[in-house]
């Protein structure tokens, strides 16, 4: 912009000409995640990577949070400079993976709630968060939090028979332990999922997913290892569709 001796101001245009098939793509909106995590964070760091590799224009993690002082994804947030929090988790009757049945939130879950909402945060990632989220406190943020599950899941994520691409159907494995239970149930093949999650356990609309076929010589940490280089795609891929829906 210019300003000239008529005291009018007289803007400058650029004079690029923009054509069809003009390669420029309008903004992303922007998205400000939090990341929840309690273990290695190997998928925090995929989504730090692809943020700093400009694979996620508009996309910044405002806050990681984790249940675990010692977990390597917190090491792995320091390394990047990300704001890090570690809460303490209570147990809730004794039991660490159930929500509070009573009825409301937990005083943790209120703490979390407090967190996410100075960080401003618009989608809230649970990346190996080992806690389950009560429904008040999912009331809070409808279609705002998404897991990962490293099993396949239904398309609506209710039901107990996933029919993979060939037809075949197999159980479907929720809760702890997903990928011991594939192993153990024998199927061919098993994958990873992400979706928005809803107060029932790992029962939530997908977002997206993979199948991958197990070896005869897998084991679970083999398996898993496998697992986790798909979903390192799939969460970036997520948080994509979710600021497109945002
Ligand atoms: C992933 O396999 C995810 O599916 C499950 O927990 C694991 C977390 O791995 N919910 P990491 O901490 O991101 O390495």
């Not at 008040?136 to 994520?157: E, S």
Request: charged content about 20%.
């Amino acid at each position: 912009m210019t300003y000239n001796s008529q005291h009018n101001f007289e803007w400058k245009v650029s004079q690029r000409k923009h054509t069809l098939g003009d390669p420029i793509e309008p903004p992303r909106p922007s998205l400000r995640v939090g990341v929840l995590i309690s273990g290695s964070g190997s998928n925090l760091q995929a989504l730090i990577d692809a943020i700093e590799t400009s694979q996620l224009p508009g996309v910044e993690i405002a806050l990681v949070v984790s249940n675990n002082a010692q977990a390597q994804g917190v090491q792995r947030a320091f390394k990047h400079m990300l704001p890090t929090i570690y809460l303490p988790w209570g147990k809730i009757g004794g039991a660490q993976f159930t929500a509070d049945q009573r009825g409301g939130m937990s005083p943790d879950e209120k703490k979390l709630t407090s967190l996410l909402q100075l960080f401003q945060v618009d989608l809230i990632v649970l990346a190996g968060w080992m806690r389950i989220l009560s429904a008040p406190f999912l009331a809070q943020f409808p279609w705002q939090v998404i897991n990962l599950h490293p099993a396949l899941l239904p398309d609506d994520g209710t039901g107990h028979i996933y029919t993979t691409q060939d037809g075949t159907q197999i159980p479907v494995f929720r809760g702890l332990h997903a990928v011991r239970q594939a192993l153990q149930a024998g199927v061919k093949v098993t994958g990873s999922t992400v979706h928005y999650v809803t107060p029932e356990v790992d029962a939530g609309p997908v977002i997206c997913r993979e199948e991958l076929a197990i070896e005869p010589a897998d084991t679970e940490e083999s398996l898993h290892e496998r697992l986790k280089q798909i979903e390192h795609r799939l969460i970036i891929e997520a948080v994509r569709i979710c600021q497109e829906r945002a």
